[in-house]
T-cell receptor
Framework: EADIYQTPRYLVIGTGKKITLECSQT?????MYWYQQDPGMELHLIHY???????EKGDLSSESTVSRIRTEHFPLTLESARPSHTSQYLC?????????????FGPGTRLTVL | SQQGEEDPQALSIQEGENATMNCSYK?????LQWYRQNSGRGLVHLIL?????REKHSGRLRVTLDTSKKSSSLLITASRAADTASYFC??????????????FGQGTILTVHP
């Protein structure tokens, strides 16, 4: 098991609420990622970070925002949740050095917006 | 379309049989990786093959890479019911703005019946 954690594991919330999905890793990895995955579908990169104070948008446009104030912590925030945000959100990390880019994944947060 | 495309989309076999999954990609790669995802969980890294390698083994896993055809295959020998999961290929592209990012295929759902 990788040392990367996500909370909550499941979240059911009403439209318009602000939510923050937590992700933390204890491996000292510089790079961190957020993916969105619908059931049975591929992963879409929505945000990534090369290190503290670095955040970039991924390949799939998302209304969510991220921050990277500490190396180990990469939270994702939705200011106003909508039913279209219902999905599974996966956090991952990898080492910056080297060219292998193997990623380690957390267990995911399954978000349902009513 | 996606960088990585996999087939079949779903595969159902009996315990003890071999399972083969294929992945195709479009651009030059640094390496290709295979991940496994149990239902409702995060992804777990299985095996990585570099662009200058043609075949790699790890336990019951065998991966091949044909860069001329931009394709890879994952073979699981003597499958077990516990191998039931979704399997994703992911490519690490060579250089440029995609450095460090992985692009995932749509996955193959493998079901192994006892």
């Amino acid at each position: 098991e990788a040392d990367i954690y996500q909370t909550p594991r499941y979240l059911v919330i009403g439209t318009g609420k602000k939510i923050t999905l937590e992700c933390s890793q204890t491996m000292g990895h510089d790079k961190m990622y957020w993916y969105q995955q619908d059931p049975g579908m591929e992963l879409h990169l929505i945000h990534y970070s090369y290190g503290v104070n670095s955040t970039e948008k991924g390949d799939l446009s998302s209304e969510s925002t991220v921050s990277r104030i500490r190396t180990e912590h990469f939270p994702l925030t939705l200011e106003s949740a909508r039913p279209s945000h219902t999905s599974q959100y996966l956090c991952a990390s990898s080492e910056l050095a080297g060219a292998l880019h193997t990623q380690y994944f957390g267990p995911g947060t399954r978000l349902t917006v009513l | 379309s996606q960088q990585g495309e996999e087939d079949p989309q779903a595969l159902s076999i009996q315990e003890g049989e071999n399972a083969t999954m294929n992945c195709s990609y479009k651009t030059s790669i640094n390496n290709l990786q295979w991940y496994r995802q149990n239902s409702g969980r995060g992804l777990v890294h299985l095996i990585l093959i570099r662009s200058n390698e043609r075949e790699k083994h790890s336990g019951r896993l065998r991966v091949t890479l044909d860069t001329s055809k931009k394709s890879s295959s994952l073979l699981i020998t003597a499958s077990r019911a516990a191998d039931t999961a979704s399997y994703f290929c992911a490519t690490s592209q060579a250089g440029g703005t995609s450095y460090g990012k992985l692009t995932f295929g749509q996955g193959t759902i493998l079901t192994v019946h006892p």
